[in-house]
C-alpha cells in the first residue's frame, strides 16, 4: 500500500469519525433549538464553508473546465436540496424519539438501499446487494424491536429518511459528472438551508439566545460534518480503493453508537448488539461483494457498461 493510499484512508476514516459523531452533535442541539432550525444553521454553515474553496477552484484551469453553466448548476442544487431537506429533515425530527446509535445505523442503510432503488433505473444490481439486504433488514428487526413487531416512531422517521438519502445519492450520481461538485454541494446546501429555516420559522421558536446557547453543536454540525468532513471525502475518494472507502465510510454507525455510548451514555442490549453487527455486515456485503467474488473494483463498469453503484457518498 502506498504512502497516497494510506493517507486517503486516514482522511476517509476521520471522516466517518466526524460523521457519525454529528449524530451526537444533532441530538444535543435540539436541547436548545428545533430540528429545523437546527438544519438550517448547520447547512447554511456548510454552504458558508465552501465559498472559499469554490473561488479557490475557480481560479484554476480545472475549475474553469469544470464550470457549467450558472442556471443547470442551480436547478440541479434545487432538486439535490430538496432531498436532502427531505432526508435531513426525516433524520433530525426522528432523533428526537430515537438514540444517536440507532439513528446511525438506521441510516447507514441507505449503502444498501441504493443499489435497490437503482433497479428502477435499469441498474444492474448483483448478489451480494440482495444478500446484504438480508442482513440488514435482521439486523434492523434486532435493532429496532424488543420481541414483538412494535418499532419506535424516530426509527421509522430516521428509516424513512434512509430512503430519501439513497435518492439524494442516486441524484447526485447523475448530476456530479455534469458539473463542478463543489458549486453543486454549494446549491444544494443554500438550498436545504433555506426550506429548513422557512419551515423552522413556521413551525419553532428561533430566538438568537438559544442559537448562541446551542453554538456548539450547531457549530460541529456545520462545519465540522457538512464543510470538512464533505471536502475531506471528495479528497479522500481521489485515491482510495473503493474496498477501502466502503469498510471505512461504514465505520460512520460504528461511531455514532460509540458517540452516544461515551457523551449521551446510550446503551445497547446484547440483541441490539447482534443487530448492530448484521446490518454493519449487511453495508459492508453490499459494497464489497464484486471485490471479494469477481475480482473487480466496486465501482468498475458492469458488462452493459454502465457504472455499479458503490455508495461512498453522505453530502
Not at 435497490?116 to 434486532?142: E, K, N, P
Not at 453495508?283 to 471479494?292: F, I
Not at 475480482?295 to 455499479?308: F, I, T
Request: hydrophobic share 50%; net charge positive; proline share 2%.
Amino acid at each position: 500500500m502506498n504512502a497516497r493510499t494510506v493517507k486517503s484512508d486516514v482522511l476517509l476514516f476521520i471522516t466517518a469519525l466526524i460523521w457519525g459523531f454529528a449524530f451526537v452533535a444533532q441530538r444535543v442541539g435540539m436541547d436548545y433549538v428545533g430540528p429545523f432550525t437546527f438544519n438550517g444553521a448547520r447547512f447554511a454553515l456548510g454552504a458558508l464553508f465552501l465559498l472559499p474553496l469554490i473561488a479557490f477552484r475557480s481560479r484554476s484551469a480545472a475549475g474553469r473546465a469544470a464550470r457549467a453553466d450558472r442556471r443547470e448548476i442551480i436547478l440541479g442544487g434545487l432538486l439535490a436540496g430538496l432531498v436532502l431537506f427531505t432526508g435531513a429533515s426525516l433524520q433530525q425530527v426522528g432523533l428526537l424519539y430515537t438514540t444517536a446509535g440507532n439513528a446511525g445505523f438506521i441510516t447507514g442503510l441507505y449503502v444498501v438501499i441504493v443499489p435497490i432503488l437503482g433497479i428502477f433505473f435499469s441498474q444492474r444490481t448483483d448478489t451480494g446487494t440482495w444478500v446484504g439486504a438480508a442482513l440488514a433488514v435482521a439486523g434492523l428487526y434486532l435493532l429496532c424491536t424488543t420481541g414483538g413487531m412494535t418499532v419506535s416512531a424516530g426509527d421509522l422517521l430516521v428509516l424513512a429518511g434512509a430512503f430519501f438519502w439513497a435518492g439524494h445519492v442516486l441524484v447526485i450520481g447523475w448530476l456530479s459528472p455534469k458539473m463542478d461538485s463543489f458549486r453543486l454541494a454549494f446549491y444544494q446546501y443554500a438550498a436545504c438551508a433555506s426550506l429548513s429555516l422557512v419551515v423552522g420559522g413556521l413551525r419553532e421558536i428561533i430566538t438568537l439566545d438559544a442559537i448562541f446557547r446551542g453554538a456548539a453543536p450547531i457549530l460541529y454540525g456545520g462545519v465540522m460534518s457538512v464543510g470538512i468532513a464533505y471536502t475531506l471525502q471528495v479528497v479522500g475518494q481521489k485515491h482510495a480503493p473503493s474496498s477501502h472507502a466502503a469498510i471505512l465510510l461504514s465505520l460512520e454507525a460504528v461511531f455514532a453508537a460509540v458517540g452516544g455510548w461515551l457523551l449521551l451514555g446510550e446503551r445497547l442490549t446484547s440483541r441490539q448488539y447482534l443487530g448492530c453487527t448484521l446490518m454493519l455486515l449487511g453495508m459492508l456485503v453490499s459494497q464489497l461483494w464484486r471485490v471479494c467474488f469477481t475480482g473487480r473494483a466496486a465501482d468498475e463498469c458492469d458488462d452493459s457498461g454502465e457504472k455499479g453503484f458503490t455508495v461512498l457518498d453522505r453530502g
